[in-house]
């Protein structure tokens, strides 16, 4: 489905066409449309573009991922409906393994989801079909993980649930969250938050990411070290707060 061209929200429309349609196809869960309605709300009250501080917290992700030695691309269903090239892009720039993470796990919609980053231009895709390993703490559906996540350094997650990114955080990970509620646990725990529309982050990321390649590891670790997530974190709740006018 497609909104006509006049429309005025178009590009709004269009994206949720998409989850609709991610819906149909089985690839995003019924509730997955409601977390999306949540960070709509949030995004409607950033005036729906990168804020400064979000594009400095994208720089900083990026060199964090470059810097890293066995970066991971966490990917759920609402990202692969609404963004798996821009995933996928990323996840070569960067050198990152990609990874399935469902929330609401069942075989059927981890096929549907690696599927679709395959189709997006994927050479291979994590998580699928993985028995027995776990992050501890997780009951096993949701922490089913394969090695790349295990032994991941840093993970980038999107859309997150704050009980798994604690998780990771406690296994010694460094982790980088896109998330729009500045107050959700996801953002409060992460390393480096992203209050940015994931359909904006990624591709600010892969264009930061192609800059800063050129960079040694030391430089990437000093720009990671410079950046200060609290500080950020604070400043984006505060744009928020003070009210902007559309
Ligand atoms: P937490 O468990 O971390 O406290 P939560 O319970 O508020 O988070 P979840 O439903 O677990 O939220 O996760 C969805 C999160 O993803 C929400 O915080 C929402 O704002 C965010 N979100 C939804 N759509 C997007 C999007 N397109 N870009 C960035 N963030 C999004
Ligand atoms: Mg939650």
Do not use: W
């Amino acid at each position: 489905v497609e909104a006509p061209v006049s429309h005025p929200r178009k590009a709004s429309l269009d994206l949720r066409h998409r989850l609709t349609d991610g819906l149909e196809g089985g690839v995003v869960a019924p509730a997955g449309l409601i977390a999306f309605g949540r960070g709509e709300a949030f995004d409607y009250l950033l005036g729906e573009r990168t804020c400064f501080q979000a594009a400095e917290a994208e720089r900083a992700a990026a060199a964090l991922l470059l810097a890293a030695e066995r970066p991971v691309l966490s990917v759920n269903g609402n990202v692969a409906a609404i963004c798996p090239r821009e995933a996928v892009e990323l996840a070569s720039a960067t050198g990152s393994k990609l990874e399935v993470n469902l929330f609401y796990r069942s075989p059927g919609r981890e096929v549907k989801v690696r599927d679709a980053l395959l189709a997006a231009g994927a050479k291979a895709v994590y998580g699928v079909g993985v028995k027995g390993k776990t992050i501890p703490g997780l009951e096993s559906e949701r922490g089913r993980a394969d090695e790349a996540i295990l032994e991941a350094d840093v993970v980038l997650v999107m859309l997150e649930d704050g009980d798994r990114t604690e998780k990771l955080k406690g296994m010694g990970k460094k982790v980088i969250a896109v998330d729009l509620n500045p107050l959700s646990r996801t953002a409060r725990k992460a390393d480096i938050t992203i209050v940015d529309n994931v359909v904006r982050a990624l591709p600010n990321m892969i264009k930061d990411a192609k800059e800063l390649k050129k960079l040694g590891k030391e430089k990437l670790k000093a720009m990671v070290a410079a950046f200060d997530n609290e500080r950020n974190l604070r400043e984006m709740e505060e744009i928020i707060r003070s009210g902007f006018k559309p």
